[in-house]
């Protein structure tokens, strides 16, 4: 009984930057390792960033350098801090989470995605 709310995309010129978040909610769950997937028109959904509860990261080859994942367990949020955007960068950014509830069940969760474009 995870839901995820992801927030912060928009337009932005290549070379900015945009931070997204995303907010679990529900009762009865732990969340033991978070991330942000991004899937572009006529392209498969992609891994971009994952993040564990011990802050231990993950990164695709292509945003290495220029995003940062972060997550605050007591607030039950992860962030994306998304620099130097670039026109490849642009896709509907999803936001996932696994969980597990009081008797170890684990279970994955998707957001509802936010839309980064980024312009030449």
């Known amino acids: 009984q995870v839901q995820l709310v992801e927030s912060g995309g928009g337009l932005v010129q290549a070379g900015g930057s945009l931070r997204l978040s995303c907010a679990a909610s529900?009762?009865?769950?732990?969340?033991?390792?978070m991330g942000w997937y991004r899937q572009a028109p006529g392209k498969q959904r992609e891994l971009v960033a994952t993040i564990t509860s011990s802050s231990t990261t993950n990164y695709a080859d292509s945003v290495k350098g220029r995003f940062t994942i972060s997550r605050d367990n007591a607030k039950n949020m992860v962030y994306l801090q998304m620099n130097s955007l670039k026109p490849e960068d642009t896709a509907v950014y999803y936001c996932?989470?696994?969980?597990?509830?009081?008797?170890?069940?684990?279970?994955?969760?998707w957001g509802q995605g936010t839309q980064v474009t980024v312009s030449s």
């Open positions: 529900g009762s009865g769950f732990s969340i033991n390792r």
């Open positions: 996932a989470a696994e969980s597990f509830d009081k008797l170890f069940r684990v279970t994955s969760s």
